[in-house]
T-cell receptor, first 114, second 113 residues
């Protein structure tokens, strides 16, 4: 069974704090993703990584950074949390192939910034 | 224009009816098409993918792809209350955006007993 595990299900942080969201996958997938999902705005890509130490900005990277030091782990960092970063954060992974492949999602982290 | 557009919904059908979910996309070079189901408070999970024009059936689900019209749909036959969820369409073009599929905003389906 493919498993993508996010470190926290719920998180409450204060404005200005540095926040780390961790994601681990156990299927040896090359691709990993961080999305945020907000009502009415759908699923928006924050960052994408296609290999260790490789990353690409997604649609909304401002205020976020990422780290991928090992293939199985992809971390999302909020450098200085703000209330507009209150959201559901979803990590996903997929195989690299000759076509885009299925994305497997973690259970999500609901982050509240107060 | 959004890259991937879905019926705004919500869509409500009676139990046992056919639910039809539609998705259009703007990138004519797209090659891979996915339908995900997302229950309230849960993560998306894949229910169908399709790469070639035509129909692909899996149990009560049928995905239909028409690349000329840039249109992909999901039909759910004999809809059940357990099918009530948000359905996300995702489209991928490996040549221009390898690995990254673009998601629509989703259509919420309610199946009434």
């Amino acid at each position: 069974d493919v498993k993508v595990t996010q470190s926290s299900r719920y998180l409450v942080k204060r404005t200005g704090e540095k926040v780390f969201l961790e994601c681990v996958q156990d299927m040896d997938h090359e691709n990993m993703f961080w999305y945020r999902q907000d009502p009415g705005l759908g699923l928006r890509l924050i960052y994408f990584s296609y290999d260790v130490k490789m990353k690409e900005k997604g649609d909304i990277p401002e205020g976020y950074s990422v780290s991928r030091e090992k293939k199985e782990r992809f971390s999302l960092i909020l450098e200085s949390a703000s209330t507009n970063q209150t959201s559901m954060y979803l990590c996903a992974s997929s195989l690299r192939g000759v076509m885009n492949t299925e994305a497997f999602f973690g259970q999500g982290t609901r982050l509240t910034v107060v | 224009q959004k890259e991937v557009e879905q019926n705004s919904g919500p869509l409500s059908v009676p139990e046992g009816a056919i639910a039809s979910l539609n998705c259009t996309y703007s990138d004519r070079g797209s090659q891979s098409f996915f339908w995900y189901r997302q229950y309230s408070g849960k993560s998306p999970e894949l229910i169908m993918f399709i790469y070639s024009n035509g129909d692909k059936e899996d149990g009560r689900f049928t995905a239909q792809l028409n690349k000329a019209s840039q249109y992909v749909s999901l039909l759910i036959r004999d809809s059940q209350p357990s099918d009530s969820a948000t359905y996300l369409c995702a489209v991928g073009n490996y040549n221009t955006n390898a690995g990254k599929s673009t998601f629509g905003d989703g259509t919420t389906l309610t199946v009434k007993p």
